[in-house]
Structure formats: structure tokens, C-alpha cells
């Protein structure tokens, strides 16, 4: 019987994953469409042809709670909590109902969205998650509007199941990704690794494996030197059996919530050369997207998407 081969990339989303904000949008700085618009350019330029397309089961509280405490858990649905976390004060009037209906769905979505594109980078070497990435989740509370830490419930998941071993996070976002260095503080099996700008949100700093602050004013020629210095280094030292790439796109000189100075081709080149040095080791690649506030994100994302697909079919790179 003939093989089939499977393309050397998978992309994971779902119409799920965008936020039903009930008409309260303009009180949050996040674009809740950000996902839908960022598959929609995809889907427009022919990107995704070809490839695997997959929309995940959401996260289960179970899977949740290889991560998360269960007092913690439990407050999921507590207005006061989720207003907290995710900076409305509108939600401390809803219901828990209305959070548990309306509010939750969306980022359980991603989360799985996370698992589901380790496991298919396992299978084919390159997997994106288009959502995901929220790292200012703690074991036992929630930050940065994020509640639910899903690299770190994926890791989790594929290390109980036996599937890998040791796993890097390299955390991009403009903003340090504390709620993983905390949840793996201390685990020699999990590299964090975090470039970041150092005098912004969050405040108190976490203590990654290895934290790369840089100054306000940081473009496209300092960052890569950055990533130059510290990313083939961590890959080599650490030998992961997975990299989890968080994409955040607010390191761009627009964005509202930071001060770095990244352009669009500067945040493309950032991101194929981390796959770069991913799969040239033979590691499995899964980018989540994490932060991104400003007009033109999504156009940002999608064009580094999909110049790391176009560079995942030119070089054929199929399973480890």
C-alpha cells in the first residue's frame, strides 16, 4: 500500500475561539476578532492549501489541572476574579453562568488549540496554534488577562503521556512570560527562556531559566543580535524534545502596551529564525501567538505565518 506523506506543517484553530464581548469591545485593548482575521488573510492568500487544518477539542478541566490548583479552579467562574485577570471591570456584573457560558468557552478552545498543535509538531515537525500563548498565567492565579496557562498544560500532558522527555519554551511577547517561569521554576526538565522589555508590565519580574530583558527603543537589528546570542545556545545546552514558540506580536513600534520598536519585517525575520534553529536540530516547532494590541496584528501574524509555511514546504521538512 502506498504512504501518504503528511505536509510538513499543521495549522490549529476554530471559529471558538473568538470572544463574544457582548458589545464591550472598545473597553479592552485586545481585538477580539484577532484570530478569525489572522485565518482569514490566511485562508485569502492560499496559505493554508495543502497543509493540515484542524480544529481541536477544547481543554478539559482535568487536563486544566495538571497545571492548576483546585482552589484556584474554582474561582474560574467568579466575577470578581475574571474582572481581575482580564482588566473589565464590567464582568464583576455578570454571573458566574454568563462567565462559565459565555467568557470561558473561547480560551478553553485555544488552550486545546495549544495541545493539539504539540502533539501534530510531534507528528510533522511545524505546528501553529493561531490563539494561545497565555503566559501570565500562574499555577494558583491568573494576570495579563490570562487565566488558563496552556504551553504549560501542554507540556504537562505530553510529559505524563510519556511523548517527550524535556521541552523549551523561547517566549517572545514583549512582555515576560512569568506565569511560566513560576510554574516551572525549579524543573530542570523545562527550559524558559524569555526576551522581554524590562520596565513594563509585569512589574515584579518572575526568574526565568534564562530572562533577556532589553530597553524601551529596541528595534529590529538589537533584537536579532539578542536572539542570535542567547536562542542557538539554549537549543544546543538544553536539547529539548519540543520548542514552544510565544509569538507575541507587541514588540511592534505600534503597539499601545509597550515601547520596543520591532517593524513588520522585523517580527517576520524573529519568527522564521527561531523555526530556523528549531528544525535545523531536528526539534519540533509550535508557535502560540500571545500579545498584540495594535491595528495592524493581524496582518503582522499572518504574514509570518505564513512565511514560516512557505519555508517549512521548501524545505520538504517532514517528522523530526
Same mark, same amino acid.
Given at each position: ?14 471559529? $471558538? ?18 484570530? +478569525? ?8 492568500? $492560499? ?17 486544566? *489541572?495538571? %497545571? ?33 457560558? +459565555? ?13 493539539? *498543535?504539540? &502533539? ?27 487565566? %488558563? ?16 522527555? &524535556? ?19 525549579? !524543573? ?39 536572539? +542570535?546570542?542567547?536562542?542557538?545556545? %539554549? ?5 529539548? !524534545? ?5 509569538? $507575541?506580536? !507587541? ?16 517580527? %517576520? ?50 517528522? &523530526?
Amino acid at each position: 500500500m502506498m504512504s501518504v506523506l503528511r505536509a510538513p506543517w499543521a495549522v490549529v484553530h476554530s471559529p $471558538g475561539y473568538t470572544l463574544d464581548m457582548s458589545g464591550q469591545e472598545s473597553l479592552h485593548p485586545f481585538d477580539v476578532h484577532k484570530y +478569525r482575521k489572522i485565518a482569514d488573510l490566511l485562508h485569502a492568500d $492560499g496559505l493554508l492549501d495543502g497543509g493540515t487544518i484542524i480544529e481541536p477539542d477544547p481543554l478539559t478541566e482535568p487536563e486544566a *489541572a495538571s %497545571v492548576h490548583t483546585s482552589d484556584y479552579m474554582r474561582l474560574w467562574t467568579d466575577p470578581e476574579t475574571m474582572a481581575e485577570i482580564f482588566e473589565v471591570d464590567y464582568l464583576r456584573n455578570v454571573s458566574p453562568d454568563t462567565i462559565r457560558t +459565555r467568557y470561558l468557552p473561547p480560551y478553553f478552545a485555544m488552550a486545546g488549540g495549544t495541545v493539539r *498543535a504539540a &502533539r501534530e509538531a510531534l507528528q510533522c515537525g511545524t505546528a501553529f496554534n493561531i490563539g494561545g500563548g497565555f503566559h501570565h498565567a500562574h499555577a494558583d492565579h491568573g494576570s495579563g488577562f490570562c487565566f %488558563v496557562a496552556d504551553v504549560a498544560v501542554a507540556i504537562r500532558l505530553l510529559m505524563r503521556e510519556k511523548l517527550i522527555q &524535556r521541552a523549551a519554551i523561547v517566549d517572545c511577547d514583549v512582555h515576560q512570560g512569568d506565569g511560566n517561569a513560576t510554574i516551572f521554576a525549579g !524543573d530542570p526538565a523545562v527550559f524558559t527562556l524569555s526576551f522581554h522589555q524590562e520596565d513594563i508590565f509585569p512589574f515584579e519580574k518572575a526568574t526565568s531559566t534564562r530572562d533577556v530583558p532589553f530597553p524601551a527603543g529596541t528595534g529590529d537589528e538589537i533584537y536579532m543580535a539578542l536572539l +542570535r546570542e542567547h536562542v542557538p545556545d %539554549v537549543l544546543d545546552a538544553h536539547r529539548p !524534545d519540543i520548542v514552544f514558540y510565544v509569538a $507575541g506580536s !507587541d514588540v511592534h513600534a505600534d503597539d499601545p502596551l509597550a515601547a520596543a520598536e520591532l517593524t513588520a519585517a522585523g517580527i %517576520v525575520q524573529r519568527d522564521a529564525y527561531v523555526w530556523r534553529h528549531a528544525r535545523k536540530r531536528g526539534i519540533p516547532f509550535v508557535m502560540v501567538l500571545a500579545g498584540g494590541y495594535f491595528p495592524r496584528c493581524p496582518e503582522v501574524h499572518a504574514a509570518s505565518i505564513g512565511n514560516v509555511i512557505n519555508l517549512a514546504k521548501k524545505q520538504g521538512l517532514n517528522g &523530526r
